[in-house]
């Protein structure tokens, strides 16, 4: 396994280009399975959630390729549909196929994602919402065994509860189903505005988009017509790297973006004291070198993203005075906190809520990463760290940040790859 070696900074400089958003790029993957053609994604992220979901549609027998970061999907060949545990327990994330393949195919097993690092993770709200479109589930031997004989038929969904990849799933089932679904209580994510855009445009019409009540009236079994399109930018990797500026006191531009995706981000850092100066598709962090403290609580969108609190977590360290972290969306998402703790970092946790004592002196050591957003908070403070801190685990990092340690050098910071 590999692991990070990182030597505290003194000051970073220069630009970021931002890579295309894995969260967006996973149900546009699924979505394929919808098409009548060969769909050509581009500005898709070289990561391994998607290189593990493009070899399951593979396994189902789509034909894919992945280079210079297009992915070009053909499930015209898809012949089965069982999403087998040894991939899907790789990446939760799999659970977006479901939807699509029930409302193609009529059947389908997809493994139950299981739980993560951070929490149970469950999938109730999209099995409910399926079998209110006419499915028939059953769980059996850790298997969602799906059937949808006649195909999947509109109904009106209503979510307790806000899940992003619900009504991904959803979304899709509803676009070749017969008749009209209306989800209430739809996630307002832009992975999701995309998702619904690109549908829209590939025939199918959905009104309300980027609302939280979606009406889309299904093909009735009509495959799409998808043309090439380009995944969204990521907004979780460009507020990690504004971060990065900010806790190295650093100016840094980031392109290849969309400003209004990082309002609730931006604003959190301009409350700590940091400016900026944005354009079409860049944005400017001008640092302060006396960060102020902040309370945070996460929410869906477009309120304060959880995927943004480890990193907003491990800055907070740096602010002079005490900040107050609550992580409202899941149950375990403070696994960074022992390790922050053992560079030197003053937390203490209650619950679901973090109080972070600033400014602490951080030392390089050697910790752990144990979830994707943790291991990139583990990152940002190790530029700050005094001397050497080695980041092992990271095969988390690389599910989610393309090229991490290149875009960090290109800026000066200190960072290599090495082997355990
Ligand atoms: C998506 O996960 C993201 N993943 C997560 O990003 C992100 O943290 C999360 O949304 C919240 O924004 C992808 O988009 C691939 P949810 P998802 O369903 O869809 C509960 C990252 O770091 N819930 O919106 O799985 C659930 O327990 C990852 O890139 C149910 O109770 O999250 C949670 O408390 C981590 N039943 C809340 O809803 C369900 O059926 C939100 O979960 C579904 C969800």
Known sequence: MDYLKIIKCHGL?????ISGSKNASLPLIAMSILAKNSVKIQNVPNVKDITTLLKLLQNLGSSCTFTKNIATIDTTTLSHTKATYNIVKTMRASILVLGPLLARFGHCEVSLPGGCAIGQRPVDLHLKALELMGAKIHIKAGYIQAKAPNGLTGADIIFDKITVTGTANI????????GVTTITNAALE??????????NNSGVNIKGIGTSQITIIGTNKKLLTIDT??????RIEAGTYLCAGAITNSIITLKNIENRHLNSIVSKLEEMGCTFIK???SITLHPTNHLKPINIITQEYPAFPTDMQAQFLALATQANGTSIIEERLFEN????VSELQRMGADIHLNGHVATVN???RLSGTDVMATDL??????VLAALVASGETHIHRIYHLDRGYENLQNKLQIIGANIVRLKE
Not at 13 to 17: A, L, P, Q, T, V
Not at 171 to 178: K, Q, W
């Open 171 to 178: 979304v899709m089932a509803a676009a070749i189903a017969n």
């Open 229 to 234: 399109f380009a995944v969204i930018a990521d």
């Open 13 to 17: 400089k220069g630009d970021i280009k």
């Open 190 to 199: 832009p992975e999701i505005v995309q998702l619904c855009q690109i549908l």
């Open 279 to 281: 354009s079409d598709n």
């Open 373 to 378: 957003r943790a291991s990139s908070a583990l």
């Open 333 to 336: 998402r403070f696994m960074h």
């Open 358 to 360: 600033g400014k602490s």
